[in-house]
């Protein structure tokens, strides 16, 4: 059985950090992108990150360029994602996803992604 597990989330003051992991078990996914997704409260799910399988591209959304750092490590099957300088409107439910297959850009969209973990919680406080 296939999971994807998140952890770190919290609360946190405004301009803090977080380090979110994402532990993978059931596969490997070295040779997959893997991405991080939020979604907040009345809101739809939205694409932050993503990392291509050798860790050498990255794709961030704009609301978080220059903030957030993703990372992996394949031998641990593990992506992270480093928070930075965290504003209120982070606050969010944070996704780790995978897709099934390989991909040659990092997509965006979530109906290319298969695996999801259950979600870890970020709060950010004024």
């Known amino acids: 059985q296939v999971q994807l597990v998140e952890s770190g989330g919290g609360l946190v003051q405004a301009g803090g950090s977080l380090r979110l992991s994402c532990g993978a078990s059931g596969r490997t996914f070295s040779g997959n992108v893997m991405a991080w997704f939020r979604q907040a409260p009345g809101k739809e799910r939205e694409f932050v990150v993503g990392?291509?399988?050798?860790?050498?591209?990255?794709s961030y959304a704009d609301s978080v360029l220059g903030r957030f750092i993703i990372s992996r490590d394949n031998v641990k099957n593990t992506v992270y994602l480093q928070m930075n300088s965290l504003k209120p409107e982070d606050t969010a439910v944070y996704y780790c996803?995978?897709?099934?297959?390989?991909?040659?850009?990092?997509?965006?969209?979530?109906?290319?992604?298969?695996?999801w973990g259950q979600g870890t919680q970020v709060t950010v406080a004024l």
């Open positions: 990392i291509s399988s050798s860790g050498g591209v990255t």
């Open positions: 996803a995978a897709p099934d297959r390989g991909w040659f850009a990092i997509p965006r969209g979530e109906n290319a992604y298969k695996y």
